[in-house]
């Protein structure tokens, strides 16, 4: 529901919201992306699996060295809500570059009623390039 009166608000305020990832909103999902990514994607949830998710934070920022985490990185390891944030924000990210999947012709339609999960089709190192460089891919 939360998601529905962003999106409203977004539109109403003239913004191009479009389910197919093709507006100024993408739908992410964390652990599709850190499987594209080649990092833990399974058992990083709950507190039970504080030490996984603790391992997951060291992995991320080793891969992507370039990403400060800063005091942030504790609060990574305690809350997967946290982690979650910024692997959604690194798939943004990945959006904005232009190195998403996107739907295919056939998929289009379905994807703007839908939603279009939206998954990083290159490394994190991409993400620190120029906007203009990378090119969006279907599946």
Not at 9 to 31: K, M, N, T
Not at 49 to 69: E, G, K, Y
């Amino acid at each position: 529901m939360g998601c529905a009166g962003l999106l409203g608000r977004l539109a109403a305020a003239g913004q191009p919201v479009d389910r197919s990832a093709a507006g100024v909103v993408v739908e992410v999902y964390p652990a599709a992306s850190l499987k594209q990514w080649g990092l833990t994607y399974r058992r990083y949830k709950g507190t039970a699996n504080t030490t996984v998710r603790h391992q997951l934070v060291d992995t991320l920022t080793a891969a992507a060295p370039w990403l400060s985490l800063g005091d942030h990185a504790q609060a990574c390891g305690r809350s997967d809500h946290a982690l979650d944030a910024v692997i959604a924000a690194l798939t943004a990210r990945a959006a904005a570059l232009g190195s998403t999947t996107t739907p295919s012709a056939e998929q289009l339609d379905a994807a703007r009623t839908e939603g279009w999960i939206a998954l990083p089709t290159g490394n994190l190192a991409d993400l620190v390039q120029n906007p203009g460089r990378a090119g969006r891919a279907s599946p």
